[in-house]
Each structure stands twice: as C-alpha cells, then as structure tokens.
C-alpha cells in the first residue's frame, strides 16, 4: 500500500486544474426535480445521501474518485479491518469496527481473537443489564436500579450522550426505557454536584468509563461520588461498575460490581459501539436496542466497502468534504439536525472530525502543506434558523452544510396549527432552507439580498429509529477516516491533547509555588491557585 | 457623525501596513508573568478581561485605538443609547442598554418615556413573579405553581436559556430556587411532547414568547400545549402568559394570565435582559436575581462609555477581534468557558455575534469588500479539551480563543483528589491550556510538535453570580456591537432569515402540490410532505 501526501498526487492536480478553470457554479439553473431526484446514494437502515445541493458537477466526480483510487481508500479500510497498524504514531491497531460485527478474516492479536474478545464482553454487559431489569442486580439497600449516571469525558461521554439523548423520547414511546440516564463529564466540581443531588443515590448505578482508568476528571468524579455513597450510608461496591481496559487500574477490582473491558484498538471518540456506549445505553434501553444500533452500524460498514462512490455514501461524502476544503478553502462545515433528538450529535461530530483530522502532520511525522480537518459545529433546526443562520445566508463566507431529517417524529403526538403539522412544518422549513441555501434571491435592496451558492448535503430516512442511529454514527466515523486518509494523516492518535496535560501538572504540582513557568504561575495567580 | 467602511478608513491602511510589516510574534518569548499581569482590563461585577495572550503589541493596540476614534464608536454608542435610529433597515431605535438603566438623557418616542415603560414592565412581572411566589397566583386547580415553562425560539430561547442554566445550581445553594425552569423552542414536535411529559401540568406555568406574535414555531408549540391543558382538564387561560409587543396578536389578550410588553427597539438577540428572559428567571429565581443581573449589566453598560481601550474591556476585546478577522485573517472565534454552568453560554453568543454580524452589506446596503462576523463555536473546559482542542493546538488552521472561568465553583461541594480539589483542577488546566496554546513545544516527533502562537483571551473573577452574569452577556452585547461599528453594518436586523420563511410557506401552502419550484417540490417529497 502507498501512503502518499495529498498534494503529490496527481487527483491534486487535476482537481486543483478544475477549480481553476471552473466558472461559478450555477446553483440557480442546475438544481433541478431531476438533479435532486438522481443525486442520491442509499445508506444504511434505509437512509438516503442526497448530494443534489453540493457544488459538484460530473468532472469534479470524475476525479473526486479516481483520487479516491489513486489513495488506495478502500484498500486501506480493508487492511484497518484486518488490523494492520493503522494508528502509526502509538502503534496500535484501528479495530472499533470489529465492535459491530466481522467484515473479513478474524484479527488475531498476540494469539487473541480480538473480534471473540468484542463480542464475549458485549454479551457480558448484555447479560448484566439483564439482570439490572430483571433485579437480581440491586442496590446495597436491596433496591432495585432506576437511575444509571456515566461517569466519563470526552469519547466517554460526549457519543454516548448523544446516543442516549437520540433515543431517549423514542424509547419512551416504544416502552423500551428501563433506566433514566445522566451524565457527570466535567472536573467542575458542580457538574457532579448537581447530577448527584438530582438523583436517588440508592437507586443508581454509576458506570465509570476511562480506558485507561487514569483520566483526571473521571477519577475525581469518581471519588466524589464514591463520598456522597459513603455519605448516604451506601456501599459503593455495590453501586459502580467499570469500563476500562484489562491493564487499567480499574480492571479486575472489587471496588466495582462488574468491570467491562476494551482495548487500546478503541480510541475513545470511535467507542460509542462498545462498552463506553454499551452498558449504559443497555441498561437504559436494553440490550435489543443496543443490537440494533450495532446492526445499522455494521450495515453502514459493510456498505461503506463498496468502490463505487455511487454506492458507498461515506466515501463520496467524504470526497466531496475534500473537494470543498482542499479546493474550495472552506475552513468550516456546519452540521444541522432537523430533529431534537439530534440535540449533541453535532457535539459528538464535532469531536469525532476535529480531534481525528485536526493535525498538521502526515501518518510519519512529515509537516503537510495542505488544509486537514475543518472546524465542525452545529446545532438543531429550526432552533438553529433563528440562531446563526443569517451569516450562513448572508456572511461574507461560505459554510458547507451537512443537513439530516426524518420523515416520521419519535414519538408521534403533533398539533395542527394552520393546516399543518409540527412534523409537516419541520421538513418544510428543511426543504426550503436547503434550496434558499443553494438559490438565493436577488433583491434590489442590498440587505435582502442572498447570493446562494451555499452546499449542502442531505441524510435523511423515515424515523430516528435505533438502527438509524448506528447507520449515522458508522457513516460519520467513516467518512472521518476516508477524508483522513485521503489527507495521508493519522486519524486515531491525539498528541494535541498531552502538552495542556502536562503542564496542568506542573501548575497541581507547584501547590501555589512556581511551576517553572513564570507566565503560567502568573495566570495560576490570577485565578487564586 | 460620520459612517465609513472600514476598507476606507486610515486605520485600516494603518492596521494593514503593521500585519505586513510584522514578523512572528514570539509568544514564547513575549509571554512574561510581567505580561500577564499588566495586560488587564477591569470589567463589571468584580470581572477581569486578560489579553496578555492576544497577539497584539503596542503599535497594534496604538492603531486599534485610533480606529475607534475615526470611526466614533463611542459617539455611536451614544447615539444607540440616544434613541437614535440604529438599526437602518427596519428604522428603528435599538434600546436595550435601556432595560438595564437610563444612561443620558430619557428616550421619548410618540411622546412615550421608553425608559419609564421599560421600568413598568419590569415591575409589573416582577409583582407577577411575587404574586406567584405567594400562592396568590395559581393553576386552575387551586395548586401552586412549582414549574416554569418558557416557549420561544431564537433570541426568546437561548439567551433566556443560557441564563436560567447559569444560574440554576448557584441558586439551588442559595436557596433562591423558587420554580424549576424548561424549555420549548424547536417546531418538531418531540420537543413539545417530551416537555410536557415531563412536567406535572397543573403545576406549571407557560411562558410564551413571541414578539411578532406569529412566530411558526412558537404558535405551534402554544396550541400543542394548550391541547395537553385541555386534555388535562386545565384552563390555558390559568396556566399561560405572554411576553409579546403591544401591537401582536397575544396583547391584550384574555386567553392569558397576564401579558407583558417588549417594543420593536429589542432585537430578539438583545431581549434576555426585557420580559423575555426577566418573566422566566423572575419566576424561577425571585426578582431579586433578575434585578441583580440587570445591574450587573448596567455596570458593563456604563463601563463600555470609556473613550480609552485601557479600561473598557468591551471595546479592547470587539479590536482585538478586527485584528484577528480582518488583518490576520482567522475566520472563526471559539469561547471556551470553564465553568459547566455555562455549557449553553457559547450558544448564546453563537446567535448574538452571527446573527448579527454575518453580514455582507453595510448600513446603506452595499456590499462589503472585507471579512465581517466570524464563525462562534465552543463547549465549556475541561470537557472540550477531550474533545475539539486536538484541533485548535495541531490542526492546520489558527482559531482565536475565548476563555472565561471563576476562582470559586458556584456549589461548593468538592473533593480533594491526589492532592487538588476539582476546582483547583479546573483552574489549573485553564491556566495551563492558555500557555500551551501561546507557547507551544518543541519535539523531534512532527506529531507531538506545538507550534504555539495560538492567541486566547481570558474572562475571569471570583464566582459565576447574578451580577457577574449579567456584566459578561452585556460584555459580549456591547463587544458586538462596537465590532458592527467598525465594519459600518447594522448588526440589529437579521434579513438573512427571511428566504426561509417564505420559501417554507410555498411548501406548506402547496399542500403536496407544486410551490413554484420544482427542486423545492422534489425535496419535499424527499422528505414525504
């Protein structure tokens, strides 16, 4: 396999020759009932990938794919699968697939069938939240769980909370909730503060998520509510369990009542479909609906196989992300949700995209000359519309836009208010923004007027469903890892988080006395360290 | 006075000439504790503004000083709180610095003292919120109220939003927390339905917000809430109120409780400081809160009248971001509040700065020829440290950064964990992110390289109160508005969102038929409208 800088092959060259050339693109008289109807690639679950709306003509697809040929894109998906060392800078295998079902021979590991160990573990904490529901497993007053807090930051927290907020009000409906869920994630002693005081202690369980059980926050949240425990005359034992790798401290520990295990071939902003996302979201939910959201995901895997970018909708989602980036300099994309349930899927995107592709160096260390990640944000429609919609339409800068929408609402209660539903008036508002976007209006009034030519994308299907939900998730992450190949960097490693990380220590360490920085003992000062 | 783009301006040339001139700045070098200790602005409410991790020097901030000097931004501010026609496009005054306090002479409009009537809406709610209080107000069943329920979207939610979240865990522990507070806002109608299922109907009292008093959204979500009253054998008429203007359909209407006014003179953006945010929080809270945080912002208000950059913090940091848009060219702004209380504050600012500055017309409608609003994104810290600073400290882009964060939790309760309270924690990794994104590291592996030279402010003071509160939203307010200024646009008009809404009404009156437009109609069935 070659791995090869974007900008030395010849797909940069020829797509870099077409923007030259190209004259503005039409949006006015190209996006026709045909266009819109034909630019469509079939996802997952029975999602769709409409494309009508982004500024991409056949010669840009022309070479938006054999680019994606020339980088090998498939070929490397397919050695991620066989588990070769995929995530070079901490040598380590890329294998959050495997969480969601074989595609290819069984990956082996120091004589381990890793694809065995996933699954052993998924039903491990399948079982457990059996037991939760069925109340053989109870609380150290004997009674039974009706609350389930995660305690975890980052990857832990920010997919899981997503998921679980997506699922929530339909699984209320679908009389599938078993658990309430809360999340403590921040070191700001308040945010655990205030969960703990908002729950019934002995009636919650804790599920404590750090891979490598050494995380800061998590383990002084943990402590805190280890307190509140003891406080309440609880026995934490009985209240906690872990999800950790086996080397972690937390791993094989009485303290927990059951611990849950993944490996360092999970990196934490790709682990919502393991235990990170697991247990909780089957002690919640339960585990079918778990198995759902893994079957939706491993279906956009599968599909995600396909060469052929008018089959494979990660891919070409992702191509069209380069084209816009790389060629077009947009330095942003927005992701926006027509559905509530959506609510922190952008905060979870967000993550996912900016702390996979933010890097300024290739997978050998080699600093690159070219634009990487995109800063993402985003946030619900119609919510959004009232919000920051104006400088999408009329900023002095283009922001790509990435919408999702459903046609059903989770759990189905509407109104009709002037001839049409909530529903009805949430995908009119879609579709009118989408083609607003694109259209524009003239004006002779220099305030009213919107030039158009904003892309956009469209996913959207019948219902937020839970395989719904794992056929996005999948699709994001891999359209993530196609764009980060493409770019020749390491999308599964995060130096840019150590150095705030160690200095955090000199400051702790300082204890109010100098770090050996006179500027960060001045700013420690500041803030009455 | 006079009103030039900032491309013709001095200054601008001035400014243009420097970033040409300048090689690197060396924050490395740069960065002394005499720096940070001198770089400092005094804010409202005991507030501090910290730039000293700005990359500015002296010739820098010398020509900022006089752009705001040739382009009047102090007499223009005068002339806002004047009552002077600001807000060109739709011909109308902007007073909401007025809601806060009369700074200069009383504003008459049609003979009316805008001030005074400003006054006696806050007092009436107020009284209302008392009445509330003390049982003297109560649902159709004869129970007190004991939820608050706010129905708003845009600039009647997440202003409003922010705030209640800011101040909810401080006011649980000062024993100030009257109502619980929620909210509606977006058309789908799982966000109604979900609110309404949570709260117990006949205790709760519904604020509708709208100051048209035809908001789409706002009107469906009221009749979807008036159906679950009925449903529940409740009286609307018991259990709503209304903050609207005196010429909207909810005036003067019998089917509420009360009504209080706001007037075309708030911006949506602007109104969290009017009825909009002060019915909800006076309800919640107590009036004492609410007059607490209007105070607060009165201070800033005050403040932001001072000629020199050295003690008007609003105006340093609104030139500072010219400098970082229009000279240096960073398309984006990220605030970055370390303080979980504020997880919906960058929400709130994402609004207030895009909606109005993205735009690409000055106050007379021509077009602009440079930059104006940025991009505005962020998630408080820690948690965004494990989530998007990957890419703010390695990715290929520099994003400027706004930090915000307190010596004091707003809860109280912590623990002590290896040494450091969580608190402790907290500030130690905000002072240490400042001067690892400033700073930077060396390394001989590409991937664990920091090149530094990422500019961040920093917000900071004892506790996240009321006041505080308020003297950060006017902060920003007013920062916003000073940078609308410099770019001659009218920041108080949001054009930008009009296509939407009637392209929307083609789609809904099309009833499934044609709209005009068949790319609209073919998403539209897309989406099975």
């Known amino acids: 396999m070659g791995y090869v800088d974007l900008d030395k092959t010849a797909g940069y060259q020829r797509l870099a020759a077409l923007e030259a050339a190209r004259s503005t693109f039409d949006f006015a008289s190209l996006l026709t009932a045909e266009r819109v109807n034909q630019c469509q690639v079939p996802m997952a679950a029975g999602l769709r990938y409409s494309w009508a709306a982004k500024g991409v003509d056949t010669p840009v697809l022309e070479a938006l ?86 305690i975890g930051i980052g990857g832990s927290d920010l997919g899981p909370r997503a998921l679980y907020l997506a699922l929530e009000h339909w699984a209320a409906v679908a009389g599938k909730q078993r658990l309430l869920g809360k999340f403590i994630s921040n070191v700001d002693p308040d945010d655990a503060s205030q969960i703990a005081a908002s729950v019934s202690l002995e009636e919650t369980i804790f599920v404590l998520v750090s891979k490598s059980g050494t995380t800061q926050e998590t383990l002084a949240n943990e402590l805190f509510i280890k307190a509140k425990l003891h406080q309440a005359g609880l026995d934490p034992r009985k209240h906690l369990v872990a999800v950790t790798s086996e080397t972690s401290p937390l791993a094989h520990n009485p303290a927990y009542l059951d611990s849950f295990y993944i490996d360092d071939f999970i990196g934490g902003r790709y682990s919502s479909t393991s235990g990170v996302g697991g247990v909780i979201l089957s002690l919640a939910f339960g585990k079918e609906v778990f198995a759902a959201l893994l079957a939706g995901a491993h279906e956009a895997d599968t599909l995600a196989l396909e060469p052929d970018i008018g089959k494979n909708a990660a891919l070409l989602d992702a191509l069209i992300g380069i084209w816009e980036r790389n060629f077009q300099d947009y330095p942003y994309t927005a992701i926006l949700p027509y559905s509530q349930a959506l609510s922190r899927f952008p905060a979870h995107l967000q993550q996912l995209d900016m702390e996979s592709n933010g890097k300024r160096v290739n997978r050998n260390g080699d600093f690159l000359a070219y634009a990487t990640g995109p800063v993402v944000f985003g946030e619900p429609g119609t919510n959004g519309q009232h919000s920051f919609y104006q400088l999408l339409h009329q900023g002095t800068d283009v922001v790509p836009l990435q919408f999702v929408g459903f046609i059903e609402s989770q759990r189905g209660e509407d109104v009709t208010v002037e001839g049409s539903l909530s529903q009805t008036k949430l995908k009119a508002n879609l579709a009118a923004q989408i083609v607003a976007f694109a259209k524009g209006k003239a004006d002779p009034h220099g305030n009213k007027v919107f030039l158009g030519g904003r892309p956009s994308s469209l996913i959207y299907g019948k219902q937020l469903t839970p395989e719904a939900l794992g056929a996005l998730l999948a699709h994001f992450e891999n359209k993530v890892m196609f764009q980060g190949l493409v770019w020749n960097l390491n999308s599964f490693d995060q130096e840019g988080v150590q150095l705030g990380k160690v200095l955090t220590k000199q400051v702790l360490a300082a204890h109010g006395g100098t770090s050996g920085d006179p500027a960060l003992d001045a700013y420690s000062a500041l803030l009455g360290l």
Not at 88 to 98: A, S, T
């Open 65 to 150: 794919e054999a680019l994606a040929q020339e980088q090998e894109l498939i070929g490397k998906y397919q050695a991620i699968l066989a588990g070769e060392v995929m995530n070079p800078g901490e040598g380590r295998k890329v294998l959050h697939h495997l969480l969601r079902g074989q595609l290819g021979k069984p990956v082996i590991h120091q004589g381990k069938d890793i694809g065995a160990f996933y699954q052993q573990e998924l039903e491990r904490f399948s079982r457990f939240s059996d037991e939760v529901h069925a109340g053989t497993i109870r609380g150290s007053t004997g009674k039974a769980f009706t609350t389930v807090v995660q």
